[in-house]
C-alpha cells in the first residue's frame, strides 16, 4: 500500500512516538520477514506524510539484537516510504560527542555478531555486494545538516558510529580500542539497520543523540552509568528534534 510517505522516522532508545504527528494511523504491513517492532504510525507533521515506526517496540520490548531490522525496513519501503532518519540513542566517545549531543555521522563500525544482516539470502535471491563506501546517504545527510542550521538546532556534522551487540554496554577496555578504531560514538543498533536500508535502496542517514559519555570516556572514568541518566539526557537532547523536523520536511 503506497502511502506516499515524504520521510521516515525509527525511533530509538527513550523515543517511542513523535509528538507532533496528527491523524496518525497504524499500519502494521505483513513482510515475508516476518513481525515488526510494532506499528507503524502514519500521519501529518508540516504538511507532509510522515510514518514513525518505534525500533524497540512502543513498551521498548524488543532489545537491539533482536530488533527485526529486516521487517521493520521492508514494511517501511511497503508503506511507500524512500527515505528514512533513523534516531539513535547512543554513548559519546571523544570529546566532540559529551552527553546530549545531536550528531549526524557521516561514518561506521560494525562490531555486532550474530545478527541477520542482509537481505541476499532467500534460495534464489541475487546476491548483492552494495557499495557501502559513504554507509549514510551524503544527499540526505545534507538535507538534515541543512535542516538543522536553519531551526538553529546545534549539530555535530560527522562523527564515527561504532555499532556494538549489547544488550550490555561496554567495557573501558573495550571503548579505548574503539576509539583507538576511529569511533567517535557508540550504539547498539546503527547495524545491521544502516547496511539494509542500502540494499533495498533507501536513502538513510542516522540522527544520533548522545545520552551519555561512553564507559571511561568522561570526566569521570569510573562514572556508573544508569538507564535514568540515559533516559534525562535524551528526554533534554530530544527537544531539538521536532524544530529540525519541521525544517526538514519543509525544506
Ligand atoms: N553504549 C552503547 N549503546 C549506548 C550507550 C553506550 O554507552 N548509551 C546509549 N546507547
Given amino acids: 500500500m503506497n502511502l506516499d510517505i515524504d520521510l521516515a522516522v525509527i525511533g530509538g532508545t527513550g523515543l517511542y512516538q513523535l509528538a ?16 515488526l517492532s510494532g506499528p507503524v504510525r ?5 504538511g507532509r506524510r510522515v510514518a514513525f515506526l518505534a525500533r524497540h517496540g512502543e513498551g521498548h520490548s524488543v532489545p537491539p539484537h533482536l530488533v527485526n531490522y529486516r521487517a521493520n525496513l521492508a514494511a517501511l519501503q511497503a508503506l511507500g516510504a524512500t527515505r528514512v532518519l533513523a534516531l539513535n540513542t547512543v554513548g559519546g566517545i571523544t570529546e566532540r560527542f559529551g552527553p546530549r549531543v545531536l550528531a ?24 548483492l555486494h552494495v557499495d557501502f563506501g ?11 545538516l541543512d535542516a538543522a542550521a536553519v531551526a538553529g538546532v546545534a549539530l555535530v556534522d560527522g562523527g564515527c558510529y561504532g555499532a556494538t551487540q549489547g544488550p550490555r554496554l561496554e567495557t573501558r577496555a573495550e571503548i579505548t580500542r ?27 542517514a542516522c540522527l544520533a543523540i548522545v545520552a551519555n559519555w561512553a564507559a571511561g ?16 539526557n535524551v528526554a533534554a537532547a530530544s527537544s531539538g528534534i521536532p524544530p529540525l523536523l519541521h525544517a526538514l520536511l519543509a525544506g
Fill in 42 to 46: 502514519v500521519g501529518t507533521l508540516a
Fill in 20 to 35: 507532533d504527528l496528527q491523524d496518525a494511523e497504524p499500519h502494521q504491513p505483513v513482510t515475508r520477514y516476518g513481525a
Fill in 104 to 127: 549526524c555521522p557521516d561514518q561506521l563500525i560494525d562490531y555486532t555478531w550474530g545478527r541477520v544482516s542482509t537481505y541476499c539470502e532467500e534460495p534464489g535471491t541475487e546476491v
Fill in 217 to 232: 570516556a568522561g570526566p569521570q572514568v569510573d562514572e556508573v552509568i544508569t538507564f535514568e541518566d540515559v533516559l534525562g
Fill in 178 to 204: 574503539m576509539r583507538r578504531d576511529g569511533c567517535d560514538l557508540v550504539g547498539m543498533t546503527g547495524m545491521p539497520e544502516a547496511g539494509l536500508a542500502r540494499e533495498l535502496g533507501l536513502d538513510y
Fill in 134 to 144: 559513504d554507509p549514510y546517504t551524503p544527499a540526505l545527510r545534507r538535507r538534515v
